[in-house]
């Protein structure tokens, strides 16, 4: 019998093994998936780190050191604190336990950073049960180090002119950043915005409903101790302010590379 020609001695390629649809569109480059269970292995140079809401080492990872937290705060309050007096000097308020102090420094003469310090007093017992002792101790430090700061300043820097209108936007935006700074690092100016986030979680009442209709209240009983166009000047900074919060306070979004 004549042997076989060498072209049949020549195997077929083995076919290739049934393709596994990805039950997740959204793999990122060096991962695979088991056929067994649809886990996700993740290995390779460019696997990212794993998202910072995955485990306690994870957050422990994000967290400032105690320098950080020193050169933030001693930031946040400076910037807040060069807001606050920009508004003092156009002749201005603006909204929350601020916009109070404001109010009672142009009635009745008082001091600002004392009041501010005073009327925020209240709301580190909420603070303390809801937030916890680092975020209380922490905006206790800030809102002291704010409202002397605020005081000093004209002390150290001469204004010879400031319109309203000008107060009202830059010191909306320099007293935000403040406030995002101090969030950052888990402190805040205190106020209003404690017992809004308490009602919030407690009574399912919105945090920015509370804060809007006391701000609201406020302004209107500021039409008893400033002008119309100041008040309107004052509702323009807190709009301000509001919205470069709403921009950039994002958690989980904006976050350093």
């Known amino acids: 019998m004549k042997p076989a020609p060498a072209w049949c001695l020549i195997r077929a390629p083995t076919p290739a093994p049934f393709p596994v649809t ?5 793999l990122r480059p060096g ?3 088991l056929p067994d269970d649809g886990a996700v292995v993740t290995a390779g140079p460019l696997t990212p780190p794993p998202d910072s809401a995955g485990t306690g080492a994870d957050t422990r990872a994000f967290q400032h050191t105690v320098a950080e937290d020193v050169q933030g705060m001693v930031l946040a309050a400076l ?3 060069l807001g606050l007096a920009v508004f003092a000097q156009g002749g201005i308020m603006i909204g929350g336990m601020a916009g109070v102090s404001f109010l009672l420094h142009y009635a009745l003469g008082w001091n600002f950073g004392i009041v501010f310090v005073l009327v925020n007093l209240p709301f580190y017992w909420i603070a303390v049960r809801r937030m916890g002792w ?3 101790i922490k905006t206790f430090l800030a809102v002291g180090a704010t409202g002397l700061l605020t005081d000093l300043l004209p002390r150290w820097v001469g204004w010879a ?7 009202a936007i830059v010191g909306g935006v320099l007293s935000g950043l403040g406030i995002l700074f101090f969030i950052r690092h888990r402190a805040s100016l205190g106020g ?3 017992l ?11 945090a920015g409903k509370v804060q809007l209709v006391f701000d609201a209240l406020l302004m209107a009983i500021a039409l008893t101790v400033l002008s119309p166009a100041k008040v309107m000047y004052s509702t323009l900074g807190a709009v301000v302010l509001s919205l470069l919060l709403m921009f950039n306070h994002r958690p989980n979004r904006y976050m350093g590379v």
Do not use: H, K, N, W
């Not at 002119?161 to 107060?167: D, G, L, T």
């Open 22 to 26: 990805l039950p997740d569109s959204d």
């Open 31 to 33: 991962q695979d998936v």
């Open 79 to 81: 910037v807040a604190s």
């Open 134 to 136: 680092e975020f209380t």
């Open 161 to 167: 002119y400031m319109s309203p209108a000008f107060a």
């Open 192 to 194: 209003v915005g404690i």
């Open 196 to 206: 809004a986030v308490y009602l919030q979680r407690s009574r399912g009442i919105s």
